[in-house]
């Protein structure tokens, strides 16, 4: 049976970038983005779930420092700079929460 020719001269074309870039790259965003419900009973299982992981995630951070501590050394947990989308206000409370531990 005759074979059709090779389509060795047909070019690929790669898809265009939207319009609405202007040449700009994406951009990957770090963290967690936790939207809370809008409804009420799902809202308030998502607050009572933050609560949750706050005292867990507490509790494993004070048994932490504990081990530590009877093994002769010490764990400080300290907060790390603030991000810098945060208001004034708390980057400087950050700030000095962070240059107090250093003192230390």
């Not at 983005?33 to 951070?61: H, M, T, V, Y």
């Amino acid at each position: 049976m005759p074979q059709k020719p090779l389509k060795a001269n047909k070019k690929i074309e790669k898809k265009k970038e939207a319009a609405n870039r202007h040449g700009k790259t994406s951009v990957t965003r770090k963290g967690k983005f936790e939207k809370p419900p809008k409804k009420g009973r799902s809202l308030e299982l998502f607050k009572d779930d933050k609560e949750l992981s706050k005292a867990i995630n507490k509790r494993n951070e004070s048994t932490a420092a504990g081990i530590a501590e009877q093994s002769g050394g010490k764990l400080k947990v300290i907060k790390g700079p603030p991000p810098v989308m945060a208001p004034k206000n708390k980057q400087k409370k950050a700030g000095a929460k962070v240059e107090e531990a250093m003192e230390e």
